[in-house]
């Protein structure tokens, strides 16, 4: 599978499988673009991410503030579809500033692509409460009661937002090689940067709460971390590359803690992974 293929399956479980509707897009959906100024290979790789970039900008500026792209910067949209089901959670007013700040942050990233590459229209996403739930289920294998509800709480939205911004750094981790030109390196590398504070303030946040009891259903948190990575585990097919807030002491920095505020390798190295292992997974078919 190259990046350039546009993937048309339906969509059905499994994070942004359920949450881009009906395709992932890639370059293949645009055309008459002027790539000139960069590699062909590039503009593939650097497209690629727009699609998660997309997911995070509206699901962030919904949940924080109650409205998207459409009305901060329809610009960035290209016209694409005004997402389904986003709305605002119910957040307290420390987890809605840090909410708020990764929004804008989002729309930065679209924006920094843009510049580089001409992009494609915005994919029709479905950010609907419905939609989280399947993907929870589908981690722990079977359905909960009530179903899971990221715009509930402060704890379940950033449960939800623990699913997203770990596979773009994964990502990006695994594009910068293979990158050709050092503007395309240098935008990555900072793109990598910020998902991954992004991504090391959710896990911090929800780490001092990870002996706690998610309501109504009994599981603490680091038990639904711990269910989530290891469904991207198996669906990515690529080895251990995702890891729950509380591992074994073998998995664990040094093999000297089980605490794991951070994920990485046995040298503390972050994982990487490919554009086909990112595909695998958004599309939950392991294929």
Same mark, same amino acid.
Not at 13 to 32: N, Q, V
Not at 112 to 123: C, D, E, L, S, T
Not at 226 to 241: N, Q, T, V
């Given at each position: 599978m190259t990046l350039t293929i546009t993937c048309t399956a339906t969509i059905t479980t499994f994070l942004i499988s359920l949450i881009f509707l009906p395709k992932f897009y890639s370059s293949e959906d645009s055309i008459d673009y002027d790539y000139s100024s960069i590699p062909k290979s590039d503009v593939d790789l650097l497209e690629f /991410? !727009?699609? !998660?970039?997309f997911l995070e900008a509206e699901f962030f500026l919904h949940s924080s503030l109650g409205y998207g792209l459409d009305e901060f910067a329809p610009n960035l949209t290209k016209g694409g579809p005004s997402p389904i089901g986003a709305k605002r959670a119910n957040l307290d007013p420390f987890t809605q500033d840090i909410i708020k700040q990764f929004a804008f942050q989002e729309v930065g990233h679209l924006r920094a692509i843009q510049k580089k590459v001409k992009g494609f229209p915005r994919p029709l996403l479905d950010l609907s409460k419905e939609s989280f739930a399947k993907v929870v289920d589908t981690a722990f294998g079977g359905k909960l009661t009530p179903p899971f509800d990221p715009y509930a709480n402060g704890i379940n939205f950033l449960l939800a937002s623990y699913l997203i911004p770990y596979v773009g750094l994964t990502g990006y981790v695994g594009t910068i090689p293979k990158l050709e030109a050092p503007d395309s390196r240098r935008l990555v590398a900072g793109l990598l940067g910020v998902e991954s504070g992004q991504d090391a303030?959710?896990?911090?946040?929800?780490y001092e709460h990870a002996q706690e009891k998610v309501k109504p259903y009994g599981l603490t948190v680091a038990e639904f971390t711990h269910s989530f990575s290891e469904l991207r585990d198996k669906l990515g097919h690529a080895g251990y590359k995702d890891e729950g807030l509380v591992v /074994? !002491?073998?998995?664990?920095?040094?093999?000297?803690?089980?605490g794991n505020v951070l994920a990485g390798d046995e040298d503390s190295v972050a994982f990487d992974?490919?554009?086909e292992e990112i595909l695998r997974i958004v599309y939950a078919t392991g294929n």
């Amino acid at each position: 599978m190259t990046l350039t293929i546009t993937c048309t399956a339906t969509i059905t479980t499994f994070l942004i499988s359920l949450i881009f509707l009906p395709k992932f897009y890639s370059s293949e959906d645009s055309i008459d673009y002027d790539y000139s100024s960069i590699p062909k290979s590039d503009v593939d790789l650097l497209e690629f /991410p !727009l699609n !998660l970039e997309f997911l995070e900008a509206e699901f962030f500026l919904h949940s924080s503030l109650g409205y998207g792209l459409d009305e901060f910067a329809p610009n960035l949209t290209k016209g694409g579809p005004s997402p389904i089901g986003a709305k605002r959670a119910n957040l307290d007013p420390f987890t809605q500033d840090i909410i708020k700040q990764f929004a804008f942050q989002e729309v930065g990233h679209l924006r920094a692509i843009q510049k580089k590459v001409k992009g494609f229209p915005r994919p029709l996403l479905d950010l609907s409460k419905e939609s989280f739930a399947k993907v929870v289920d589908t981690a722990f294998g079977g359905k909960l009661t009530p179903p899971f509800d990221p715009y509930a709480n402060g704890i379940n939205f950033l449960l939800a937002s623990y699913l997203i911004p770990y596979v773009g750094l994964t990502g990006y981790v695994g594009t910068i090689p293979k990158l050709e030109a050092p503007d395309s390196r240098r935008l990555v590398a900072g793109l990598l940067g910020v998902e991954s504070g992004q991504d090391a303030v959710i896990r911090a946040y929800l780490y001092e709460h990870a002996q706690e009891k998610v309501k109504p259903y009994g599981l603490t948190v680091a038990e639904f971390t711990h269910s989530f990575s290891e469904l991207r585990d198996k669906l990515g097919h690529a080895g251990y590359k995702d890891e729950g807030l509380v591992v /074994p !002491l073998s998995k664990g920095a040094e093999g000297e803690v089980t605490g794991n505020v951070l994920a990485g390798d046995e040298d503390s190295v972050a994982f990487d992974r490919t554009a086909e292992e990112i595909l695998r997974i958004v599309y939950a078919t392991g294929n």
